[in-house]
């Protein structure tokens, strides 16, 4: 450390990979307009806030199978905070983004352009899970759709508007994944839909697997061009994280029980 520059405290850590997990390793660098807000949120310069960044990309797995390393000088802080962050997936991003709220003196909810006003006619409990969830879809979706650098990962579909944040582990089993970039892919909307009913899947080796049910239809050409066309191919790889395969087992063994 240079003189006169403080020690990183956790609380800067968890905004710092907060941001981490929303960029590209490519969009690391002082110039980026979101590095240079945070290092004015938190007193730094936006060439320490970038350099933070890439040695938490140093302690990226994925990158280091995709040969992209960062500076190997991360803290022993800095691997605390990336490991509760890895393995508390849907506390610590929410931590991240409360933290950030407060340091732009707003809510989280405000963050994301949520209408509270839709949700006075409800009351007490019902109005506080309803927000979290719809707050958490929107959380999620932004993660996993910069993932995949808001493309569908079928068709390339490069229309952030048509595409869909699906979960591969689903909601309701997802406690503590819900949050997760590696539990969802960038869809289109029909894909998203067949997915979701399990008519389609992604295997462990990240190739796509389509119900048999298709076949009976082969002769119609939505159902060839949108479906028997792409049994077998490999989906777009995303960006940072991948699927875990613990969740695309489950949606498999789903896939073949039905």
Request: aromatic share 8%.
């Amino acid at each position: 450390m240079k003189q006169g520059q403080s020690l990183w405290t956790k609380d800067e850590l968890t905004l710092a990979i907060n941001l981490y997990t929303k960029l590209l390793f490519g969009q690391i660098h002082q110039g980026n307009p979101l590095i240079i807000e945070l290092a004015g949120l938190i007193g730094r310069t936006p060439g320490s806030v970038a350099l933070k960044l890439v040695n938490f990309a140093s302690l990226d797995p994925v990158l280091k199978q995709r040969s992209i390393k960062g500076m190997s000088n991360a803290s022993k802080l800095d691997k605390e905070v990336w490991d509760e962050y890895m393995h508390r997936w849907d506390e610590k991003y929410m931590e991240g983004e409360v933290l950030l709220a407060q340091r732009k003196h707003t809510t989280v909810e405000r963050l994301y352009a949520i209408n509270l006003d839709e949700y006075q006619e409800s009351e007490g409990r019902e109005v506080t899970r309803s927000v979290k969830v719809r707050l958490n879809q929107s959380i999620f979706r932004g993660a996993v759709l910069s993932n995949y650098n808001n493309q569908c990962c079928i068709t390339g579909i490069a229309i952030p508007s048509l595409l869909v944040a699906s979960h591969i582990a689903p909601w309701s089993k997802g406690e503590g994944n819900r949050l997760n970039p590696q539990n969802g892919f960038a869809l289109n909307a029909l894909h998203d839909k067949a997915f979701d009913k399990h008519m389609i899947t992604v295997t462990e080796d990240f190739k796509i697997k389509i119900s048999p049910k298709f076949y009976t239809q082969k002769d119609t050409p939505a159902i060839k061009q949108n479906f028997i066309d792409i049994d077998g191919k490999p989906l777009l790889e995303p960006k940072k994280f991948y699927p875990k395969a613990e969740f695309l087992k489950l949606h498999n063994e789903i896939f073949a029980s039905l």
